[in-house]
C-alpha cells in the first residue's frame, strides 16, 4: 500500500513537498517513482529513485526543480517542488515497482509499476 500527503495550492513560483509512505510489500520495493496527470491528459512521468543505491531520475520538464529523496528506514519517499509554474498543477501518483528491479531505461516508464497510491493534488496558481 502506498500512501501519498501534502499536495496543496500554491502561487507561482511557490513550493510544495509531496510525500509518499510505503506499506507490506510495497515498503521493500526497489524503484519507487513519481507521476503526475492532469485533466484531460495522459498520466507524465516526474521523478524516480532506486531505494538501494538513492540514484535518482527526473523528468525534462521538473529537472533542476524536483527532488526525488527518501528515508530509508522509514519508507517514505519525498518530491520536492520548487518554482512550481501552473503546468504543474496535477494529481500526483507515488508508484512502486514492489519485488523486482526496472532498467534505468524504463524507470521513469509508468507500464514498470505495478502498486500506485490514491493520488494528491497540488494545484499552481
Known amino acids: 500500500q502506498l500512501v501519498e500527503s501534502g499536495g496543496g495550492s500554491v502561487q507561482a513560483g511557490g513550493s510544495l513537498r509531496v510525500s509518499c509512505a510505503a506499506f507490506?510489500?510495497?515498503?521493500?520495493?526497489?524503484?519507487m517513482g513519481w507521476f503526475r496527470q492532469a485533466p484531460g491528459k495522459e498520466r507524465e512521468r516526474v521523478a524516480a529513485?532506486?531505494?538501494?543505491?538513492?540514484?535518482?531520475y527526473y523528468a525534462d520538464s521538473v529537472k533542476g526543480r524536483f527532488t526525488i529523496s527518501q528515508d530509508f528506514l522509514e519508507n517514505v519517499v519525498y518530491l520536492q517542488m520548487n518554482n512550481l509554474k501552473p503546468s504543474d498543477t496535477a494529481m500526483y501518483y507515488c508508484?512502486?515497482?514492489?519485488?523486482?528491479?526496472?532498467?534505468?531505461?524504463?524507470?521513469?516508464?509508468?507500464?514498470?509499476?505495478?502498486?500506485w497510491g490514491q493520488g494528491t493534488q497540488v494545484t499552481v496558481s
Open positions: 508508484a512502486a515497482a514492489a519485488g523486482r528491479e526496472i532498467p534505468a531505461a524504463q524507470i521513469l516508464s509508468a507500464k514498470a509499476y505495478d502498486a
Open positions: 507490506g510489500h510495497t515498503s521493500s520495493s526497489k524503484c
Open positions: 529513485i532506486y531505494t538501494r543505491d538513492g540514484n535518482t
